[in-house]
Nanobody, 120 residues
Framework: QVQLVESGGGLVQAGGSLRLSCAAS????????MGWFRQAPGKEREFVAA????????YYADSVKGRFTISRDNAKNTVYLQMNSLKAEDTAVYYC?????????????WGQGTQVTVSS
């Protein structure tokens, strides 16, 4: 069973950048399809981005395409989310997720989340 710990959240002005990290332990990281989700106050959790086991394929929500980049370093057991050109509507708790099979919806393992606040 894999454990996930996110970091890198914080307060940033609109137009700024942040990089989130998610460190995995307790499993073979390269065997997990990884994803990022977010949940804003009063809204349902939504898919942000996902990356395949080797990093060769990436997937994005339309709302972040061209601004966010997901990547992974299997040697460091870490997945990243580089967020550029941040907008107030990107404010949310961001969650890292892992799953053995390819998916952008159903993940078996979740981190505790990290808060991202974008001030306008």
């Amino acid at each position: 069973q894999v454990q996930l710990v996110e970091s890198g959240g914080g307060l940033v002005q609109a137009g700024g950048s942040l990089r989130l990290s998610c460190a995995a332990s307790g499993g073979v990281f390269s065997t997990y399809f990884m994803g990022w989700f977010r949940q804003a106050p009063g809204k349902e959790r939504e898919f942000v981005a996902a990356i395949s086991w080797s990093g060769g394929s990436t997937y994005y929500a339309d709302s972040v395409k061209g601004r966010f980049t997901i990547s992974r370093d299997n040697a460091k057991n870490t997945v990243y989310l580089q967020m550029n050109s941040l907008k107030a509507e990107d404010t949310a708790v961001y969650y890292c997720a892992a799953n053995s099979a390819a998916t952008t919806r159903t993940f078996d393992y979740w981190g505790q989340g990290t808060q991202v606040t974008v001030s306008s």
